[in-house]
């Protein structure tokens, strides 16, 4: 059964970074079974995807507006995935998520959809105020 943990997420000013964490149980991510997703939900807005990790090719994938700022990287030793975010801004301001795609099913080109993601964690949340 695969489960996912975020943790992180915390208020920051404008410009600062934080750093979330999605630990994994269910499959390691040396095995390259799965992608896995960062999405996020501001308050009054739909859900979107904003980061992938294919594990299998190492491939990332960035949405326009996290492009340059923010980093998806993986730990197989702690089997965590994390989403490093840099230069915050109160835009940011959401409930992050991050969920797994078993490789079978994920296509690259609709990385950020939502429907190819199975398994989700509970969220943490970002707040980017001064």
């Not at 390691?28 to 294919?54: C, M, N, V, Y």
């Not at 030793?77 to 490093?84: H, S």
């Amino acid at each position: 059964q695969v489960q996912l943990v975020e943790s992180g997420g915390n208020l920051v000013q404008p410009g600062g970074s934080l750093r979330l964490s999605c630990a994994v149980s269910g499959f390691t991510l040396s095995s390259g079974s799965h992608a896995i997703g960062w999405f996020r939900q501001a308050p009054g807005k739909e859900r979107e995807g904003i980061s992938s990790l294919d594990l299998r090719t190492g491939r990332t994938f960035y949405t326009d507006a996290v492009q340059g700022r923010f980093i998806i990287s993986r730990d197989d030793a702690k089997n965590t995935v994390y989403l490093q975010m840099n230069s915050l801004k109160p835009e940011d301001t959401a409930l992050y998520y991050c969920a797994t795609s078993p490789w079978s099913r994920f296509s690259p080109a609709h990385w950020s959809q939502e429907r190819q993601y199975l398994n989700w964690g509970q969220g943490t949340q970002v707040t980017v105020s001064s």
